[in-house]
């Protein structure tokens, strides 16, 4: 999940890719580079690590040239390194690409035997030298289309040509890519944010599909080589949300936003006159609906298993989850009563589009839970349900998580109550206790201090659990699922009932032990595991929206959000285990918003 971006224009290019690549650093931070066309000459510079060195390297030894690709890496094929960032150029061309060649080995040792040499351990390189190869005897555009005919795997890329210096050919199979349009400039990009500031006309290739743009005009060639017309779209302005204001990093902005995201989210769908959900669009007449899949990734997988316990809760429907990698390879017996609902915030994740396309290919109802209404898996879906929480930069998933539970707890409702499986009053009480979400997360939020204080019982531990059971217990996972990827801990998430069939031989003195243990049927329960935990020496930090005062010596600190309602509780308790993920990071000095070895939107299998 690399970020390309390409711009062909009338005037020098590579600020305007430094801009582009630091809006793409999301999707990968190993390594940038760029390549622009300087009299004739590809004119390549790249550095290791953040875009703000490849600035830093430009200021000292600034690059002209009207056309230029740009790329960001997060490494697949060959360590993080200067030699394996992209551009990986030859004499004659230059290709940036997002995406894995499966059959690199293979093409790599048939191109060793021709005596070609290669400088990366790069699959990306391959492509660079089978273009190379045939660009001997064929014009560019020939020479991609016998290239990509070549490559097993997925690819968006960009590439320019030292003796065709007005135009950059752009290839999309698998990973996305988008065009943009402005007066005398074209754009390639890896997706419409990262052409947001310099155009809002926006197309998208499909898989398959080529594209040739110059600066004054762009063609598209589908698989087949057949010129075809692409949609126009014009993007919506949410350009100023993308800004960290005060706060020290987006992850911090983001968390603090959520009761306005959580807000506005609701006033999209709750029509507060009729008292009544707006949600009318349904690909499958709600009483129809057999079986609901939900599926997603990490976070949003998360989302996914909280809604399992509403849907069972308010409907009659069944459900099943799954996470997208393990979806996309089950042998399903697909059934056109069932609805398969997609979570993804960046609406591009490989595995997740990928079992989409599953479902569309055998004929069934899809819909999409979307933060970016633009991206594939929001175009490819039958039916879009956007959470509304404005950009989110930071890698790890916050408002949108809060988000997408949202958007499926009112789907779950308006479900409910359009099959009658729950009466109007209930449905009242719900849209209700919906209404009063906002200001309970904004109280909730007032629990930082003592999050930090319980942050640094964090810092010299090897490890940590967090437990929950029934609603609490996907938070449990979102909870162990942040500190990892925030704050390099190792943490697991258990179903507390489940610790005496093995986990919990893991407890000894002083390890930290999260307890999320809301005031609902489990609350006993959930009382009983803590006190397995205590007994074999771990140390518990427990978070509640109980009023009952807790009198327990063994309770090192105690967390309390306000309630709601029982259903809502996943909501706001997850408050304080993003705010724990974020402190602990922080005391350990860890990059909040670009943790190691991650990137946002991930589009690589
Ligand atoms: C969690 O903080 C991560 N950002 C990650 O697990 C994420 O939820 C996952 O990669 C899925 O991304 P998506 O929502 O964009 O599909």
């Given amino acids: 999940m690399c970020g390309i971006i390409g711009i062909a224009s009338n005037k020098p290019v590579s600020i305007n890719i430094i801009n582009s690549l630091k809006k793409l650093e999301y999707r990968g931070?190993?390594?940038a580079?760029?390549?622009?066309?300087?009299?004739?000459?590809i004119n390549e510079k790249k550095c290791s690590g953040r875009v703000e060195e490849l600035e830093k390297i430009l200021f000292k030894s600034p690059s002209d040239g009207n056309l230029g690709i740009g790329h960001v890496r997060w490494a697949t094929h060959g360590i993080p390194n200067l030699v394996n960032a992209h551009p990986h150029s030859s004499e004659v061309v230059s290709v940036v690409h997002n995406g894995i060649i499966e059959n690199s080995d293979e093409i790599k040792k048939k191109l060793e035997l021709k005596g070609l040499k290669f400088k990366s351990q790069t699959d990306t390189e391959v492509i660079t030298l089978l273009i190379t190869e045939s660009l001997k005897d064929n014009e560019p555009l020939e020479s991609v289309f016998n290239t990509l005919k070549q490559l097993k795997g997925s690819f968006a890329l960009g590439i320019i040509f030292k003796n065709h210096k007005d135009i950059i050919i752009g290839a999309r199979r698998g990973s996305p890519l988008a065009v943009g349009y402005s007066n005398e400039e074209n754009y390639l990009g890896s997706d419409s944010y990262a052409l947001k500031s310099m155009?809002?006309?926006?197309?998208?290739?499909?898989?398959g599909d080529l594209c040739i743009l110059s600066k004054d005009k762009v063609e598209f060639y589908n698989v087949n080589k057949k010129k075809t017309n692409k949609k126009v779209y014009t993007l919506s302005d949410d350009e100023n949300v993308?800004?960290?204001?005060?706060?020290?990093?987006?992850?911090?902005k983001e968390i603090f936003e959520q009761s306005t995201t959580v807000k506005n989210c609701i006033n999209e769908y709750v029509d507060s006159l009729k008292k009544d959900i707006n949600i009318y669009n349904f690909s499958i007449k709600p009483e129809k609906i057999n079986k609901i899949f939900l599926i997603g990734c990490g976070t949003a997988y998360h989302s996914c298993l909280v809604a399992k316990y509403w849907f069972e809760e308010l409907t009659t429907i069944d459900v099943e989850?799954?996470?997208a990698s393990e979806f996309r390879y089950r042998k399903l017996k697909f059934n056109p009563d069932n609805l398969y609902i997609f979570v993804s915030q960046s609406g591009e994740t490989a595995d997740t589009a990928a079992a989409l396309d599953i479902c569309k290919k055998n004929n069934v109802k899809t819909c999409s839970v979307v933060n970016v209404v633009e991206s594939t898996i929001a175009r490819n879906s039958d039916w879009v349900l956007p959470i509304h929480a404005g950009p989110e930069i930071g890698v790890a998933s916050t408002k949108t998580f809060l988000g997408q539970m949202l958007v499926l707890y009112i789907l779950c409702l308006k479900l409910a109550k359009s099959r009658k499986d729950i009466n109007d009053t209930i449905y009242q009480t719900n849209?209700?206790?919906l209404k009063a979400l906002p200001d309970a997360i904004k109280e909730s939020l007032k629990v930082e201090n003592s999050v930090q204080a319980m942050a640094k019982e964090f810092l010299d531990a090897k490890g940590s659990m967090f437990l929950g059971r029934g609603l609490s217990f996907p938070i449990a996972l979102e909870g162990a699922l942040k500190l990892k990827e925030l704050s390099y801990l190792h943490a697991e998430g258990y179903p507390a009932g489940e610790m005496k069939h093995g986990p919990l031989a893991l407890i000894e003195e002083g390890l930290p032990v999260v307890v999320i243990a809301p005031k609902d049927k489990y609350f006993e329960k959930t009382l009983s595991n803590m006190q397995e935990v205590i007994a074999r020496g771990g140390k518990i930090l427990f978070i509640t929206d109980h009023k009952k005062e807790l009198v327990n010596e063994n309770i090192r600190f105690g967390i309390r959000v306000p309630s709601l309602d029982n259903l809502l509780s996943p909501i706001l308790l997850t408050i304080p285990i993003q705010l724990l993920a974020y402190h602990v990071a922080l005391l350990k000095g860890c990059d909040i918003d670009k943790p190691r070895n991650l990137a946002k939107s991930v589009t690589v299998e």
């Fill in 33 to 41: 580079g760029l390549a622009t066309l300087n009299k004739s000459e």
């Fill in 29 to 31: 931070y190993d390594s």
């Fill in 321 to 323: 989850i799954d996470i």
């Fill in 199 to 207: 155009t809002n006309k926006i197309s998208y290739l499909d898989d």
């Fill in 431 to 433: 849209i209700k206790n």
């Fill in 242 to 252: 993308s800004d960290k204001g005060d706060y020290k990093n987006f992850m911090s």
